[in-house]
Each structure stands twice: as structure tokens, then as C-alpha cells.
């Protein structure tokens, strides 16, 4: 079981580069990154409900520009977010951002995607609420044509282009990691359908139905069942209790990211150090 980092900065907080050195020099496996684009000033009931937004929400970096700053300065630690919302990307514009730092980075890109729990988000970039799980299969979908592809087309409902030429292709064939965030009734099956993993946040995963540890079970017999031999299967924003962890590791979970707060180094680091004994004890 390999261990991560998830991080949401801001202007305002530790300098992921700085964040991303360390976090390597420490042992950690991956960096991932979270993202939203903007969040609106009137949201919807649902969300008011959940309380406050958080800062990072509304004030968060982009994530493919700090993971191409990360992939500068550092060598060997995964580069991934958790999760892009796919729903609010051109896949085109996407694809080509994602082959290029999986060039530039010697292959270390892994693309968590997600709709996002922000409906309100998600419309003002003119995908409705009911569309949004469709929009991320046909976009996830076209991006793996436009890597795998010399010559590249796609024909869906919301996604729809003729034959095109995109260079780089990935540095990873065939290509960079798809996993699926989500904590939902369909989302094991759309992870085995169209992903290459599964990745809930801790906390709510076992939201509906069986817990965590069994919705892992039932993945690995639906990926078995669709000749899936592989399925990747980890968990963001873990607690750092060795106990649980044990459990994960138990159940053949390969990655747990561990948060640390959007604040600045003084209250980042020891945070980061903490976690990083939990190596010893799992390697």
C-alpha cells in the first residue's frame, strides 16, 4: 500500500512546490491536488446546508498548472489530482494538457475525475445536473481515443468530433491512469466500465449501501466479471489510524492519500511529518 498526499492550496498557503519537494524527500508515493473552479456567491440549499464553504473551494489553484510547476522540481513522486472536474473541461483542451506533463514528467501523471458535489458549479459551465455523470464518461472516453489514436474522433451526445491530429501522445501507454472519484450507487460500475480505478474519500464512502470495505469486495467481483484482471483501487483523505489503515491494506487497497491543511508551512509540515512515520510502519 503506497501512500499520497492531498492538498488544496491557495495563494495563500505553503508553496506546493515546496510542499511536493518535501513531501517526496519524505517517502510519499504521489502528490494529488483538488480543484474547483470557482464557486458561486448564491448556491443552491443543498449545498448551504453542508455549512460554510471552504476557503480553498472558492480560492484554490489550479491544479494541472501546480502539478506542472511540481513535476519541475522534483523526480520520482506521482503527479495527481483527487479530483479534476472533468465536467468543466473541454476534453480536447484536457487532453493535450495531461500528455504534456506526462512527457515532461517521465510518465508520473494520474488523473482522478469527478463531477463534483457543486451542482451549481457544474451548470455555470452549461452542463446540467442530470447530464454531468454522462458528460465525464463520453469526455473521459474521447480523451483515451485522442491518446491512443494517430487519428482520433469521437461521436456522443455531448462529446462529438471528426478525425483530428493531437500530439504528444502520453509517455504512458496506453495512457495515463483514469480513476473515478465518487461515492455513489453506479460508481463501482463506472469505474470498472470506463476507468482504470476507483477512488472515494474516506469518511464517505460508504455512502449508499455496504461500507468501504466491502463496496472494495464487490469492485473487485464486477471488474473479475467483465474481464477486468487489474483494478486500482485507493482512498483520499484517509485518518492516519493505523488500525484502519491495516484494514485497506487488508482489503488490497493500493493508495490512501493523507490530507494536509491548506495553511502555510508552519502548520503544513509538522502535519506532513506526522503522516510520514506511517511509512515505517507500512512499508
Known amino acids: 500500500m503506497q501512500f499520497g498526499i492531498h492538498y488544496s492550496p ?13 513531501s517526496e524527500d519524505l517517502g510519499f508515493e504521489s502528490f494529488f491536488l483538488s480543484e474547483h473552479t470557482h464557486i458561486p456567491v448564491n448556491p443552491t440549499e443543498s ?16 491544479p494541472w498548472i501546480c502539478l506542472s510547476l511540481v513535476a519541475g522540481v522534483t523526480s520520482r513522486i506521482g503527479l495527481g489530482t483527487a479530483v479534476t472536474l472533468l465536467t468543466q473541461h473541454d476534453p480536447i483542451v484536457l487532453a493535450k494538457m495531461i500528455a504534456t506533463l506526462d512527457v515532461l514528467s517521465g510518465g508520473r501523471v494520474v488523473v482522478g475525475v469527478g463531477v463534483g458535489s457543486v451542482v451549481d458549479e457544474t451548470r455555470n459551465h452549461g452542463v446540467e445536473p442530470e447530464d454531468r455523470w454522462r458528460v465525464l464518461q463520453e469526455r ?14 469521437f461521436h456522443g451526445r455531448f462529446v ?7 500530439w504528444p501522445k502520453p509517455l504512458q501507454k496506453p495512457h ?8 455513489g450507487s453506479h460508481v463501482l460500475s463506472r469505474a470498472v466500465a470506463y476507468g482504470d480505478g476507483w477512488m472515494p ?11 468501504l470495505l466491502e463496496r472494495v469486495a464487490e469492485l473487485r467481483a464486477m471488474a473479475a466479471e467483465k474481464g477486468r484482471a487489474q483494478i486500482h483501487v485507493g482512498v483520499s483523505d484517509a485518518e492516519p489510524d493505523p488500525a484502519t489503515l491495516q484494514s485497506y491494506q487488508k482489503a488490497g487497497i493500493e493508495r490512501v492519500l493523507l490530507r494536509v491543511p491548506a495553511a502555510g508551512s508552519d502548520e503544513v509540515m509538522p502535519v506532513l511529518r506526522k503522516h510520514s512515520a506511517l511509512l515505517k510502519q507500512f512499508a
Open 176 to 183: 495515463p491512469p483514469i480513476i473515478i472519484g465518487g461515492s
Open 201 to 211: 474519500t474516506a469518511g464517505t464512502a460508504a455512502r449508499p449501501g455496504p461500507n
Open 47 to 62: 449545498l448551504r446546508q453542508r455549512g460554510s464553504v471552504p476557503r480553498a473551494h472558492a480560492e484554490g489553484l489550479d
Open 140 to 153: 473521459v472516453l474521447a480523451m483515451k481515443q485522442i491518446w491512443t489514436r494517430d487519428e482520433a474522433e
Open 10 to 22: 491557495t495563494a495563500d498557503t505553503m508553496n506546493v512546490a515546496e510542499l511536493a519537494r518535501a
Open 160 to 166: 462529438n468530433f471528426d478525425p483530428i491530429y493531437q
